[in-house]
Every structure is written in C-alpha cells, then in structure tokens.
C-alpha cells in the first residue's frame, strides 16, 4: 500500500493523505524535481483484475480533459502516470498531478457552522460562473457534471477555485447521445440522472450549490416536489429568488439557455433582504462592510430599549399611588 514518505516515479513524495478511500486515493505530495519542492495534490487510482473499468475510463478522461484546459480558477494539469506496486497485490496505480490551491472547500467551511451571506454567494456565482462560460464555450464544450461545495475550494486569496473533474464530459456533437450517469444526489438534475447531461445541467448544480450556501441545509435534505423548496428559509426579494428558481428549473429548457446568460441576469441590479437584526436591505452590486453592518444592528437594538425604558418610565410615573389619590380628595 501506498504511504508518506513514499516516492512515486522519483518525482512525487507523498505528504499526506486527504481521505480515506482506499482505492482511489487523494495525496499532497512534494514535488522533488522542483528546487523549491512545490506542494501539489496526486489523485491515485488503483487498478486490478477485479477494477470496474468505468472507474479507469473516467479517471484517464479527467486526465486527458485538463490537460487541455487553461484557467486561472482550475488547477493546472501537471502530470499523469503508471505505477505498479508489489507484484504480491496485483495493482497498478494511475495518478494524476495538478497545482496545489491552498484552503479550504466550501463544504468543510460549512461543516464548521460557518454562514455565507447573500453577497459572498453572489461573488461566489459570478466566479463561478466565468469558469463555466470559459468550459462551456470549448470545442467541444466541457461539463463538470459535479459541482457542489466539496468541489470548490476558497483559496487564501478568497477566490474560487473549481476542483475534481472526475465526473467530467467532453460533450458530444450529435444529440442523442447517452452518457454516463455521475453526479451527486441533491445537486445532479433530471436529464443528468437519466443519462444525458447538457450545459445547463451544470447550472443546476451551481443553483442547487448555491442554496445549500444561503441555508446551511443540502438540497438533498430540502423539499423536492416538483424543484428545490428553499424561498421560506431565506430571506429575498424576488428578483434573486427568481434568479435561483430558473438556475434550477428542472426542465433543462427552462433554465438560462448559457452560463454567459445567468451571468448577465445575475449582474442586474438587485437588492437583497439581509439576516442582521436591525437592517432591511442590501444592494448585492456593492460591498458590504460587515463591522458597519454590525455596529448599526447593536446601536438600533440598543436604540429600541432606551424607547422601551422610556415609555415603561413613563407608564409607571403617570400611575397615581394611594397617597396621591388621597391628597387629591383632601
């Protein structure tokens, strides 16, 4: 079995493990043919005569498919590669290496109890969705198939970055034709699970992804009729709300026809209802500052009590005592 302080093909040493799947398996790992020994991040599967073959098909296309992508929010390919382990196992191990992005994923913030409030995940769409208008125009176009918050990642420069391409299709010129069903339950639409993904399937995911953000609750926990119930757990005007329902319409049609185009809608001036006591609105097209924010939320609660006080104040003195009434009637 693989283990730290392992070096595969003289090049990758093996730092930690990130996972626990032991047969496909995620490493950081050094790269030791740099001189400054840079991080990077080895994705490992093992293969055998009992391997589902679909797993190796899926894990060459991701290979192949980053090889030829170049954005500043996908973690550059950097190498792929054969191992063969002890001869006593049967194994061989494919790997491929990208650019390590440090931090951390959304899913392993929310996990921490952290929330995200309407503008951050308005920043974070608009990222987003300039990846998948730079994949989706390729020739031909490129699906990830699989967003949701374990697969992106808030770097320390608090950016995006869009990460495991796993489930990721070169999308065929014909129509008609089928593919693998992948995807994860609560963010995967109707045409995906039925074995055809489009573009706009995508934007499903980022939609689904994005509620998730906004309620701390995964879609796959959220009432699912007909679409995603989410609008009684969060608190927005329509024009955002609406925005989100079209991103996840479950007929594809419905949906905006592109990411350019959702990311058009979303940059329309729009207003959204925020969750700190004390405020009413937020413009989403400008930053917010969060400690004013903050400071006007307590000066307002510490406003309502001294009106309070006062009027109780007030009530109390306008009451007339036993010995008042008494002077009164003398």
């Not at 921490?112 to 176009?141: D, M, T, W």
């Not at 001294?306 to 009434?325: A, K, M, Q, R």
Request: net charge positive.
């Amino acid at each position: 079995m693989l283990a730290t302080q392992q070096i595969l093909c003289d090049r990758y040493k093996l730092k930690k493990q990130l996972g626990k799947n032991p047969g496909r398996q995620t490493w950081l790992a050094e790269d030791i043919s740099t001189e400054s020994k840079k991080l990077v991040i080895v994705k490992l599967l093992a293969v055998s005569p009992l391997t589902d073959w679909q797993e190796l098909k899926l894990f060459e296309r991701e290979a192949k498919v980053l090889a030829n992508l170049n954005h500043p929010k996908i973690p550059q390919y950097l190498d792929y590669f054969s191992i063969d382990e002890q001869a006593s196992t049967g194994l061989i191990w494919f790997g491929l290496a990208q650019k390590y992005i440090p931090g951390n994923s959304l899913q392993e913030i929310l996990n921490q109890g952290r929330k995200f409030y309407p503008p951050e995940v308005r920043s974070f769409a608009i990222q987003i969705l300039e990846i998948l208008i730079y994949l989706h125009e390729l020739s031909p176009p490129v699906l990830h198939r699989d967003i949701k918050p374990s697969n992106l990642v808030l770097g320390k420069d608090r950016k995006i970055y869009l990460v495991d391409f796993g489930a990721v299709q070169d999308k065929a010129k014909a129509e008609g034709v089928t593919f693998t069903v992948v995807g994860t339950n609560g963010y995967v639409p109707p045409e995906q699970l039925w074995g055809k993904a489009v573009p706009a399937s995508d934007l499903y995911a980022l939609g689904a992804t994005l509620i998730h953000l906004l309620t701390g609750i995964s879609p796959a926990d959220l009432t699912q009729q007909t679409k995603i119930k989410f609008t009684d757990r969060i608190l927005f005007i329509p024009s955002f709300t609406g925005w989100l329902e079209k991103l996840t319409e479950p007929a594809a049609e419905k949906r905006f026809n592109s990411a350019r185009e959702a990311l058009k809608a979303l940059k329309e001036p729009a207003i959204v209802r925020t969750n700190f006591p004390g405020s009413s609105y937020i413009n989403l097209n400008k930053p917010v500052n969060y400690g004013r924010l903050l400071f006007l939320s307590f000066s307002g609660i510490v406003l309502s009590c001294f009106i309070v006080f006062g009027i109780v104040y007030t009530f109390v003195n306008s009451i007339d005592t036993p010995e008042h009434l008494q002077d009164k009637i003398d």
